[in-house]
């Protein structure tokens, strides 16, 4: 084994377990070192109470990366020497997470760490509110290797184990994406650290060599599709990109994130092949992502951009595209689909029923269908909803009528039955029907028995539409004597992760609270309201994770995002805060919250 680098004396150890856990409720003593007493302090303000309770179970396995290949590969090697030594090797990703185990492989061997439950499964935290001090959440919080032994541990599945760690660094950034953790039964060996170390290192070489073989196939495929396509390619993956002159001239700086979004749900089948893109001001463009495949899966993604007007035209006629574009503008594939079914609908009958999620824009479409003269009733209303219809006999005109959903059954099939009597395709009747998003699979194209239902996509199907909605949007909110507001590709990225639950209605009053705040008419994600950024992050957040944003974010409005004060109002310490507001995607630069 090599020896360690230069590093921090971890200073005097517990004389004895019991010393040690004597000093876990706040009094502090020589035999314990101070980061382990800041380490108590933290698990207990992090919610840390109880010492014996069991791993919980998972809510879903991690995703496999990069790092996890480069770990399973290097730790293989070295399994024989694990289960000699009694070790269990451990990766944790950036928040905690473990990601990646090796040693005890098949509970045969190191019974006794399997008997004790101290290999975490798969997707368990080692983070300071779940299971205490160890020295996989002292690693993540000074970014240095960090070792803790016996009873310095809080848990007692622990209490007579050594737990190393060391931190992993990017390969092509400077950020911590996460730890190397060996545990060992023995309560102390003054090698384990550096072997540790020395592991590290050797996975970092594989992270590296794997970096340096997608980059040569992001290359590979680059140069072979250079040749021969006119248009713009970009090759990518989370890290790099490569592109032609072409593309270069129609990318700006956060255009990488934009497209490497994209590309990571092509990539998982979240997202179809081809989207619609608005790239750094030059417009429209349509995008068709290929995957760029290796070895052992996709290593990135080809991106091939023509402009907008070359999508194939559609059948819709120019009347109808025109309305709709002046109610709700959008260019996605899912919604031209939405006009093309509502052309072929009008065509063959007088009614349609429009069908969708709350917000969807129902009754907008309806309005940009008909003419200004339609009388629109709300079926709150059933007597002159029946009323209006008994009417088209001899006084036919065009009728919104919103929300049947609200009917009773015997009114339903009255208005069936004045509906079949005869057709006015000069005044068409166009039905909204509101339903929340799990009782729309049941619902056939005519299941209401009233006329074609035709389904209005939920804002989260049809993403692309987001620059244009936002602008149309902003446009309606602007405020007298502020300039116009432009959206710039990170807040937009933020607003795509956003699930929406009321649709264009929740849009619209995001737009509405930025255009309050915004003065100087850039709007990035540091202006979204709080609760947006939260759901926003990265990953999608537990209930009781988005509890905890809530609380961060209500205690910085309170000490106007004085980080410190409010983290000694919620009782943690201010590196806690720091930690846990980057593990729920909080904006750790924004100043008013």
Known sequence: MSALPAQRDPGPLPTAVGDARSQRLGKRSPHVRPEIARSWERSRAAGFTSTTQDWPTAARLPERTPVCKAFDDELVTRLPLLNRLGLAAILVDAAGTVVSHCGIPDGQENVHLVRAGALPPLGASLQEGSIGTHAANLALESGRPEQVVAGEHLHTRYSGMHSVAVPIVGITTTRTIGALVVESTTPAQPLLLPWAVEVTNAVRTRLRDACQERE??????????RSSSPHPVICLDQQNLVCNAAASRLLGGDDQALLWEHAAHFLKGDAPDTAVLTLNGTGAHVAG?????????????????????ERASTRVSGSITTALTGALPAQSRRWLRLVEELETSLATSDRIVLVGEPGTGKRHIARALLPSTAVETDCTRGDETLTLLRGRTSNAQPLII???????????????????????????VVFTLTRERRELESLTPHGNGIGPCIRVPA????????????AVLSAE??????????????????LARVDWPQNLRSLQSVVDAVSRDCRTGYVDSRLLPEGVRAQGAGRRLSRLEQLEALEIMASLREYDGNKLAAARWLG??????YRRMRALGIDLV???Y
Request: zero cysteines; aromatic letters at 4%.
């Open 590 to 592: 924004a100043v008013n």
């Open 572 to 577: 943690i310490a201010r590196s806690t805060l």
């Open 459 to 470: 804002l989260r199907d049809r993403l692309d539409d987001l620059p244009n909605l936002v």
């Open 477 to 494: 909110s602007a405020v007298e004597g502020k300039p116009p507001m432009r959206w710039m590709p990170d807040a937009l990225q933020v």
């Open 289 to 309: 992502f290929e995957a760029i495949k290796g070895a052992e899966g996709p290593v990135g993604v080809r991106i091939t951009l023509r402009a907008h007007k």
């Open 216 to 225: 040569l196939l992001l290359m590979r495929e680059f140069l072979a599709t």
């Open 402 to 428: 919103t929300h049947i959903e609200r009917l009773s059954d015997a009114a339903l099939v009255e208005i069936r039955e004045i509906l079949a009597v005869e057709s006015h395709p000069e005044a068409p």
